[in-house]
């Protein structure tokens, strides 16, 4: 469940959300949490995104503009951020909740993808935040001390097997994130991304394997794997005026999964499991 009480910790801010598709979606529940803690923003997705979600109604919800954009297109990119600094002004914020793999959609295994198939997934969930930092550098698009976010997976650290090409995606995306923190650092502009656990949208659970992945993780992570409402209010967080300091990171919002070895519920899982083979 989202928060309620509003703390209006991005009172007065302005941004520009990529990737909501449906009320299941990260970029859906962020767009919700920053309405709730003040802000306006510009929500955009690709335009065969938007036949198929239900932007309308979340625009409606916050009092926000739709504008359909084509990631692979830097003209569109560039032609998207003129739209939102002209209605908004220069921008506070910037959340890219970007990622799509053909090769994961028509199943092919890592050992056997089709490289024109692995480009677009490179362009679509990566390359992507290049373009809408450079297109913002450009247009000189972001206020002082704006932050940026890009979600991201543990796959860019180690590899999981059904997520495929995606994981080369999220390692090529955090390292996109430092490149421009780094540069963009002198006008107080943050760059970070959030590496989310496994979380049950739309997209993750179009994952062959997901179940299991989602599972395996709950049981492993010391605090349970986190809601996409809880990711929206970390990025709030980062968002805001509290974490000033905080740029060039991947930050792991996964319950302490990525940390943590093992736990007693696998131990015991896998005990289980022994013993039933042995009978």
């Known amino acids: 469940m989202t928060q309620t009480t509003s703390h209006n910790l991005l009172k007065g801010k302005k941004g520009l959300i990529f990737g909501a598709l449906d009320e299941r979606s990260i970029a859906w529940r962020v767009a919700l949490a920053c309405d709730r803690e003040g802000a306006s923003f510009t929500l955009t997705n690709a335009p065969i ?10 625009a409606e919800e916050t009092g926000s503009q739709v504008v359909p954009c084509d990631v692979t297109d830097y003209k569109q990119v560039q032609d998207l951020i003129d739209t939102a600094v002209d209605k908004h002004g220069k921008l506070d914020f910037i959340l890219h909740a970007v990622g799509m793999s053909p ?7 890592y050992t056997r993808l089709n490289y024109k198939l692995l480009q677009h997934t490179l362009e ?4 992507s935040l290049h373009k809408v930092l450079q297109a913002c550098v450009e247009k000189d698009a972001l206020n002082n001390g704006a932050s940026v976010i890009a979600l991201s997976y543990i796959g860019a650290q180690r590899v999981f097997s059904k997520y495929a090409d995606m994981n080369d995606a999220k390692a090529l995306l955090e390292s996109i994130a430092r490149n421009f923190g780094s540069r963009l650092g002198g006008k107080g502009i943050r760059v970070n991304s959030v590496s989310q656990g496994p979380t049950k949208t739309s997209a993750g659970s179009g994952i062959r394997g997901f179940d299991a992945m989602y599972d395996f993780a709950e049981k492993l992570s010391p605090l349970g794997n986190p809601t996409a409402d809880e990711c929206a209010d970390y990025c709030v967080t980062l968002f805001s005026d509290l974490t000033r300091k905080v740029t060039m990171q991947n930050l792991f919002h996964d319950g302490g999964f990525s940390t943590n070895g093992i736990s007693e519920q696998l131990i015991f899982d896998l005990a289980e499991l022994s013993a039933s083979k042995e009978e």
Not at 103 to 109: A, S
Not at 124 to 127: E, M, T
């Open 49 to 58: 995104a938007l036949r198929f979600g239900a932007l309308d109604k979340l």
């Open 103 to 109: 090769n994961i959609r028509k199943g092919n295994d």
């Open 124 to 127: 679509i969930s990566a390359i």
